[in-house]
């Protein structure tokens, strides 16, 4: 699941974002894994941006996988994906 994120987000950097750099992190923090992919791209107008399947797709597969997914961008700003998916105690 880490690796298909981690692809769908970074395919579309240069198709969308514009981005020369993107920053990806990947972190353990409590019991859970969280990845973040954020480029300082020229961002997304997220109240009109057009419905693709992109997006909803990832986010989809998080939430399938158990796992939670965040969106947050600003037009000249760039943007961060964020998926998280929680650890079992076992």
């Not at 993107?22 to 859970?32: I, N, T, Y």
């Not at 797709?57 to 998926?83: H, P």
Request: no cysteine; net charge positive.
């Amino acid at each position: 699941m880490i690796y298909r994120f981690l692809q769908e987000a970074l395919n579309n950097v240069p198709k969308h974002s514009q981005a020369k750099s993107v920053f990806v992190s990947l972190r353990k923090p409590r019991s859970a894994i969280e990845v973040a992919i954020d480029d300082k791209g020229i961002g997304l107008d997220l109240e009109n941006a057009p419905a693709g399947l992109g997006l909803a797709s990832m986010r989809e597969r998080m939430e399938l996988s158990g796992g939670m997914f965040s969106l947050k961008s600003a037009q000249g700003k760039g943007t961060v994906i964020r998926a998280i998916w929680p650890l079992s105690s076992e």
